[in-house]
């Protein structure tokens, strides 16, 4: 049964998907997507034009497998972790078995060196369904409000 | 050859620390003293001889400003500008200053305008640039107002020359940069056409901050050498190109290339196997192999084409993602990387969806790319104490010429050569 979509439910899909990139376990972090999905990385002012270039872009689920065996793999880029801190999820939609939600947040990327600055804020537009016993991704539009990105974005949002 | 002063900070007058004069070191254009990536007066001087100077700045994109009233603003070097599509149907450019007290005349990115007015005291101007109304010039109830001399037309943001090449927008503020065909050179334009051959649509901006100063990036860009040695995302997995060729072109001045590689065209098939494009083994493999689907859309089995232009353009194919970038200075250790991601206007909706698929290739989360966004700051932070010292650019010899490889750095040697003219140093 998947049951139905509650922002209990919905608060701790969130929990757990930041939780995922912050302690570095990239490689489940597919998992909290459908096949096919959309995820994307955009900016306020992109979103705002109808521009459908991402950052990232990723319509699959092999996709975002990819960009996590890149990481790890083929990508050099300096030792870093995000801490993501979440605003309260605003539920726009929801039939039960699918919902879209907005959830605001702030990114502070940690580097090797201790260097500590907030790399991103922004909204995160979800179009979430129920299914097993989960909730996952249908959608996941990472709008950050600032069309300006420092260095390089390794990790995603 | 003329000297410049450095100043080199003094410690309590230790003897040892002198000031002293730093020269370009010997050994022609293998040699890049660091300080060159420091020095405050490089800095400021830049702006007057590069920007400012005999050269063509990439200010926009032609589809940006494609309605009458169409305006955007960005920079020429440090110099903000508004670029503008006035009703004659030309297009002007002029300084974001306003001819009263220097304030910016447009504040946002861009827009449509019929005209222009200065928040400070409403100084009014045309979409040339040109003054047209200062706010109470006449005085109030035959009070006050403009002293008698004044003459509007004596005052206004310095205007800019034009040009426009294949869908580009290029600004100069010198009467003495050659035509923009001359400039570009013959292989670096016909290069150009090839891509932007059709009218464009914009489907993204971004802004990648990069950690150094401009000139690491645009050596970065014009750099073959390191291609296949820092960015490992094709090897890693093993995506091998068959029968791949590759090669460069340089122009006369040195300041503008386009390296590239493709494979002979087989087959007529519009798929991968036609640009030799696959993955050779399972365990690292990609599971989505839909990001090596690619359109050898140009006819050619080119399915890379990096080209820059000198001062601050890069014009990216990298199979089917297109992009410009422009490339401005925002102090010593900063550096702002504009994206702009392109297609084509008659796109089939197969063809948008690729090329969004492909933009993972490059910009600043790019899987071949993302890497120098950060290595410029690698060397940043390397050379902080190393002033006196220099960079070793010897691969492929010493010549600036075209070369049949892409294990040269002949291109960033060109890039000394143009930018050493510039500067007379």
């Not at chain 1, 929990?15 to 990139?21: D, E, N, Q, T």
């Not at chain 2, 009233?69 to 670029?83: E, K, L, Q, S």
């Not at chain 2, 149907?89 to 220097?102: D, L, S």
């Not at chain 2, 002293?147 to 509007?152: A, L, N, P, Q």
Request: charged share 20%; aromatic share 10%.
């Amino acid at each position: 049964m998947a049951g139905v979509i509650t922002l209990e439910r919905i608060l701790a899909l969130q929990a757990a998907y930041i939780r995922c990139i912050d302690h570095n376990e990239l490689e489940a972090w597919p998992e909290f997507f459908l096949d096919p999905c959309l995820y994307k990385v955009t900016t306020a002012e992109n979103h705002k034009l109808g521009y459908q270039s991402g950052i990232i872009y990723a319509d699959t689920k092999g996709m975002l497998i990819d960009r996590v065996a890149a990481l790890r793999q083929a990508n050099i880029y300096e030792k870093q972790n995000y801490r993501h801190i979440l605003g309260l999820s605003d539920i726009v939609k929801n039939d039960g078995g699918e919902a879209k939600s907005e959830t605001p947040f702030m990114v502070v990327r940690i580097m090797h060196d201790g260097r500590s600055d907030i790399f991103a804020t922004g909204l995160y537009l979800d179009t979430i369904r129920a299914t097993g016993s989960d909730l996952k991704f249908v959608q996941r539009i990472v709008v950050c409000d600032s069309s300006r990105i420092d260095t390089l974005m390794a990790l995603p949002l | 050859m003329v000297a410049v002063n450095v100043n080199v900070r003094t410690n309590g007058g230790a003897a040892t620390n002198a000031e002293q004069p730093m020269e370009w070191p010997q050994g022609a254009l293998t040699r890049v003293p660091f300080w060159i990536y420091q020095s405050p007066e490089i800095y400021a001087a830049e702006q007057r001889r590069i920007y400012e100077g005999p050269v063509w700045n990439y200010l926009c994109l032609e589809a940006e400003v494609a309605e009458p009233g169409d305006y955007r603003t960005t920079f020429v070097g440090a110099m903000p500008v508004v670029i503008v599509h006035d009703f004659d149907q030309e297009i002007y450019a002029f300084e974001n200053r306003c001819a009263h007290r220097g304030a910016l005349i447009a504040l946002d990115s861009g827009g449509k305008a019929r005209d222009f007015t200065c928040v400070y005291h409403a100084w009014n101007y045309d979409l040339k640039g040109n003054l047209k109304a200062v706010a109470f010039e006449d005085g109030v109830a035959g009070k006050g107002g403009m002293g008698k001399t004044f003459c509007r037309s004596d005052h206004g943001p310095r205007k800019l020359r034009i040009a426009s090449f294949a869908g580009l927008v290029f600004g100069s503020l010198s009467d003495d940069v050659p035509p923009i065909e001359e400039y570009l050179g013959e292989e670096i334009a016909a290069k150009i056409k090839r891509v932007l051959n059709k009218p464009v649509v914009v489907t993204g901006r971004f802004t990648q901050m990069l950690p150094n100063n401009w000139k690491l990036y645009f050596e970065n860009v014009k750099d073959t050498y390191h291609a296949s040695l820092l960015h490992t995302f094709f090897t890693t997995f093993r995506i091998n190109r068959l029968t791949q060729r590759g090669g460069m072109v340089i122009d006369e001045s040195g300041g503008n290339h386009a390296s590239f590689s493709f494979v002979d065209k087989k087959s007529s098939e519009h798929d991968y196997a036609a640009l030799g494009l696959r993955s050779e083994q399972e365990d690292f493999a990609l599971k989505d192999t839909n990001l090596l689907e690619t359109i050898d859309e140009f006819g050619d089995g080119c399915h890379m084409q990096i080209l820059t232009v000198y001062p601050n353009l890069v014009l990216q194919q990298i199979q089917n993602a297109l992009a410009v970038r422009q490339i401005l200075p925002k102090g010593l250790n900063e550096t702002a990387l504009n994206w702009t991601t392109i297609g084509f206007a008659d796109d089939t909706p197969e063809m948008k969806s690729r090329r969004l698929r492909h933009n993972n290739l490059a910009g600043p989360a790019g899987y071949v790319s993302m890497e120098d966004g950060a290595v410029g700051g690698f060397v940043q932070r390397g050379i902080a104490a190393a002033s006196g010292e220099r960079a070793v650019i010897e691969m492929g010899g010493s010549s600036t010429t075209n070369e049949g490889t892409r294990a040269t750095e002949a291109s960033v040697r060109g890039f000394w050569k143009c930018y050493r003219a510039h500067m007379g140093i």
